[in-house]
Nanobody, 124 residues
Framework: QVKLVESGGGSVQAGGSLKLSCAAS?????????MAWFRQAPGKEREGVAG????????YYTDSVKGRFTISRDNARNTIYLQINSLKPEDTAMYYC????????????????WGQGTQVTVSS
């Protein structure tokens, strides 16, 4: 049974920082080719934020977060992270961790495994 559990969300003021975590369990983690972070704001489509391959190489960031978000993974802890700096109100969304046996992609339909999400709310 594959399980992804996110944590670290919260309410912060603009300019603040958060570090999201996603702990993976099950056989899946060591063989997963890509784990990624997505976000979804109310009334909007789910958006790929960043993805990282099993070897730790970063594959993508969406343009709006480049320079502010950093994705990383700790294979010893079966965990990926998303460091979010210089938060903006438009970053407010539910953030989801996702995993796939395929290549990293910003297309959410490519991912078969999802966590329950962690809410990030940024006030101006």
């Amino acid at each position: 049974q594959v399980k992804l559990v996110e944590s670290g969300g919260g309410s912060v003021q603009a300019g603040g920082s958060l570090k999201l975590s996603c702990a993976a369990s099950g056989y899946f983690y060591s063989s997963s080719n890509c784990m990624a972070w997505f976000r979804q704001a109310p009334g909007k489509e789910r958006e790929g934020v960043a993805g990282i391959h099993a070897g730790g190489s970063t594959t993508y960031y969406t343009d709006s977060v480049k320079g502010r978000f950093t994705i990383s993974r700790d294979n010893a802890r079966n965990t990926i992270y998303l460091q979010i700096n210089s938060l903006k109100p438009e970053d407010t969304a539910m953030y989801y961790c996702a995993a796939t046996l395929g290549l990293c992609s910003s297309d959410y339909t490519s991912y078969g495994y999802w966590g329950q999400g962690t809410q990030v709310t940024v006030s101006s």
